[in-house]
């Protein structure tokens, strides 16, 4: 870490200064009785490039531990007990400088998540209905229900797109689907009642010649390909505002089933 990273937690007021954030962490990690944080078997760090030689990454995070009275103070709602095995999913997003210092961090997770560890993940979150809807195909029907009249949607390298140019956009990714290959995590809302979220999606589909081009990679017309990518949104009362998918083109689009890319 820099000593002059910016730590966001959610919800709570940014911390300039590593010592800052340090201080006031120290006994809510402590609370975490004999955690293991891993990164789950086949997810990837996503790595993009940033400003000057800086890089954005995310990195999903399963923290396995012991439930304590001090995290059962610090999460009243949740319905844990003292010395509960419990396990909760954590997306990490940092910015890393070409010296390999960490001068942002934001973990994105939800006290609602805190789960016991033997308990199955959920599959009926707001975010699964969005993407059973956007794999159902039906434009208008998940317009009308979880798209914003003023949703942004930006892929890597892309202009930033409204709904209706992000519509023709996906007729180019022909019969995509999307799998959530982890968890996703919708934070609890903000100030202004936004809520951001993370979505570990893999997009199988028909590659178009076109996407050539706009993603600077090659792959043959009808080619059967995967995307690995961390989806980034922000949601208020319902409705989709934002969708930034996390990936890079180079690296994460792939034949399917292979480990070929465009070059």
């Known amino acids: 870490m820099s000593k002059r990273v910016t730590v966001e937690m959610p919800n709570e007021p940014k911390c300039k200064k590593f010592e800052d954030w340090e201080k006031k962490a120290k006994d809510v990690f402590a609370a975490y009785k004999s955690a293991k944080r891993t990164t789950p078997k086949g997810a990837p760090t996503v790595v993009l490039p940033a400003k000057k030689e800086e890089v954005d990454c995310i990195t999903p995070q399963l923290c396995a531990f012991v439930w304590t009275k001090d995290l059962g103070e610090m999460y009243p709602s949740v319905n844990l007990s003292n010395g509960d095995k419990a396990k909760i999913i954590i997306y ?58 003023n949703l942004v949607v930006e892929y890597p390298g892309l202009p930033k797109m409204n709904k209706d140019q992000w519509i023709e956009l996906s007729k180019n990714f ?4 999307h799998d959530l290959f982890l968890p996703p995590v919708l934070g609890a809302p ?26 600077k990679v090659e792959f043959a017309e009808d080619a059967a390909v995967e995307i690995k990518a961390y989806d980034n949104l922000k949601v208020k009362d319902g409705k989709l505002l934002s969708l930034t998918p996390a990936f890079h083109p180079a690296l994460n689009i792939k034949a399917a089933g292979g480990k070929g890319t465009g070059a």
């Open 92 to 149: 990490d997003r940092y910015t890393l400088s070409g010296k390999n210092e960490c001068s942002w961090y934001s973990p994105l997770f939800n006290p609602i998540d805190f789960k016991a560890a033997d308990r199955s993940d959920d599959d009926d979150s707001w975010i699964h209905t969005l993407y059973k809807a956007i794999n159902e195909g039906d434009a208008d029907k998940l317009a009308a229900k979880f798209l914003a009249e």
């Open 174 to 177: 022909k019969g995509q689907t």
């Open 190 to 215: 903000d100030k202004d009642g936004i809520q951001e979220g993370v979505a570990a999606v893999t997009r199988k589909f028909k590659w178009s010649a076109a996407l050539n081009e706009m993603f």
